[in-house]
């Protein structure tokens, strides 16, 4: 049967009406791991009725993934492919490749710059905190703004080519010996970098050309991982620990017999600590009389200040530190002796932090700023705007800049099941969403760089890397990022 034409434009017309309310339109800020587990989840629950909107402040994804994991981890970053798999799913059912119809990705758009937060209360149904941790955590000591003192989040952007770290040309080849303050597994990270062989160890991997040829001029030697607490404190884990400890050519110093029994205290081990010890144990003194490159963990002391060269003032001398002791039962406390660490170089490595958004205040959106973080139960924030919207928070932001991969994998999953219900008892009432946004970002000029533009950069680094024993070379620079889509 035939239909004549304004009956089947009043059946689309309602039709299109009745998915148009009933879609729960979701904006998401950030394109980390916790966006992207999140984007996943929520479709794979509720493939029909949803919209999802993923805004990310640099032209491309994947946020940490990219710019902190290390380099020598590939395996880790495979979540960037299922990440991409999903987004080619997505487009592949909507059959609409650079505008589908249940996920858009725009890149370069900064919430808070190019779109409000208020104009996304205003737009969506439900906001989702994924924006990560911006900022690092500061030890708030005279001579923390020296220059050889480097805070890992830079260092750390500066090996993985995130753009905004660049110019930060670190003094390797000045210096023998440094001290990352901290012991989480980000300065394990550190550790290797510093002293594994760059040209068997980080030439074949995405470490960026500039850090690799600084790389090879290094002059460093001994690396100091200093720690407030104790052993048993420690921040790294298990198999990072391991993975640094089993390099043939850098030597596990270990740390002073005498303290270290003060450390363990008598404690009853369990079996995570066990095994760190016996790491520890087996692995001290390991490449003594091969190896060049010395590495040693140090504990109980808290830095308060830092001594400069006289003959190289933008570099080091030594680190000042206040010993501190442990009781028997185990508590820590300061004591009134100094010790000092001889370093030309410091690298403070002592966690990243969540910050608001600048618009947080006057929606009143409620912050955590002791913890950096955006208080929340199972990922569901006790604010509700005017217009109705929800709103939602995951990853690091949503917990103060702690876990791994795996603990977004499983928060994300918690927070759809939260959306989910959620919508499920939400009266849906119609909004914009995605319609207006994109109006409103044209009507400002934004160069939004969608899906396909991520892909096109990702050949185009592909590409650079051709030549090399890397898999790819990453753009550094975002306006070279953008000349690339010109080109
Ligand atoms: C140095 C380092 C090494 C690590 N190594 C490992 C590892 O080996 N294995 C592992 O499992 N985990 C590792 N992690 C932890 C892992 O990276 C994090 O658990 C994970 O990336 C957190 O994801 P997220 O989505 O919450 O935040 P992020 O990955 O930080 O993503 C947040 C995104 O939001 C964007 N954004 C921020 N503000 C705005 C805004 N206003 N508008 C739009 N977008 C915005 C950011 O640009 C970023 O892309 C490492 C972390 C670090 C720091
Ligand atoms: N391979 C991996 O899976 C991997 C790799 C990298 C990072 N990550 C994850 O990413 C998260 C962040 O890692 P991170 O290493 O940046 O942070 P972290 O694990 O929180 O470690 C921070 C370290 O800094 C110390 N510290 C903090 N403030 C200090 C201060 N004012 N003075 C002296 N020391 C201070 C902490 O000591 P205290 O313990 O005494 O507070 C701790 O040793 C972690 O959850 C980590 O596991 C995972």
Request: proline residues 5%.
């Amino acid at each position: 049967m035939v239909l004549p034409l304004n009956k089947i434009t009043n059946s689309f017309a309602r039709q299109t009406r009745f998915l148009s309310t009933n879609v729960h339109k979701i904006a998401i800020i950030g394109s980390g791991p916790s966006a992207f587990y999140t984007s996943i989840n929520l479709l794979k629950q509720n493939p029909k009725n949803l919209q999802i909107d993923m805004f990310e402040q640099n032209p491309v994804p994947f946020g940490l993934s990219r710019y902190g994991v290390a380099p020598d981890h590939p395996e880790v970053k495979n979540c960037q492919d299922r990440f991409e798999e999903f987004v080619q799913e997505q487009m592949s059912l909507n059959n609409e490749p650079s505008d589908n119809k249940n996920f858009k990705f725009f890149g370069k758009v900064k919430i808070g710059k190019d779109i409000h937060l208020a104009e996304l209360y205003k737009n969506y149904h439900s906001v989702v905190y994924a924006y990560g941790s911006s900022a690092e955590n500061q030890l708030g000591i005279p001579g923390e703004d020296h220059s050889g003192v480097i805070n890992s989040k830079k260092f750390v952007g500066w090996y993985n080519g995130d753009p905004s770290c660049q110019n930060l040309n670190p003094p390797l080849d000045k210096v023998k010996n440094v001290t990352i303050i901290g012991n989480g597994n980000v300065a394990i990270d550190i550790v290797r970098i510093l002293l594994a062989d760059p040209e068997t160890h980080w030439a074949n991997t995405d470490i960026t050309e500039t850090a690799l040829n600084t790389l090879k001029k290094s002059t460093v030697e001994n690396v100091v991982v200093s720690a407030r607490r104790g052993f048993l404190e420690s921040k790294f884990t298990n198999k990072e620990f391991k993975e640094v400890l089993e390099f043939k050519d850098i030597n596990f110093d270990g740390w002073n017999e005498e303290l270290f029994e003060k450390l363990l205290n008598g404690k009853k081990l369990g079996r995570v600590e066990k095994r760190r010890l016996q790491l520890a144990k087996k692995y001290t003194n390991n490449n003594k009389d091969t190896a060049k490159k010395h590495w040693r963990l140090d504990y109980l002391k808290t830095p308060v200040g830092f001594k400069v060269d006289s003959n190289d003032p933008t570099l080091l001398k030594e680190t000042i530190f206040q010993k501190r002791t442990i009781d028997e039962e185990g508590n820590i406390s300061d004591t009134k002796d100094l010790a000092s660490t001889e370093n030309e170089l410091v690298i403070t490595s002592i966690g990243y932090k969540g910050e608001p958004l600048p618009e947080f205040k006057k929606l009143g959106v409620p912050f955590d700023s002791k913890r950096g973080m955006i208080p929340n139960i199972d990922g569901k924030i006790d604010f509700k705007d005017p217009h109705g919207t929800l709103s939602y928070c995951t990853g690091w932001i949503a917990n103060g800049s702690r876990g791994n991969i795996n603990t977004c994998v499983m928060s994300s999953s918690i927070l759809a099941d939260v959306i989910n219900s959620d919508m499920q008892e939400l009266k849906i009432t119609d909004k914009p969403g995605r319609e207006e946004i994109e109006k409103l970002l044209e009507n400002r000029n934004v160069r939004v760089t969608t899906w396909s533009d991520w892909l096109r950069i990702q050949a185009k680094e592909v590409l650079l890397g051709q030549n090399s024993a890397k898999p790819f070379e990453k753009i550094t620079d975002f306006d070279k990022m953008l000349n690339v889509l010109r080109d």
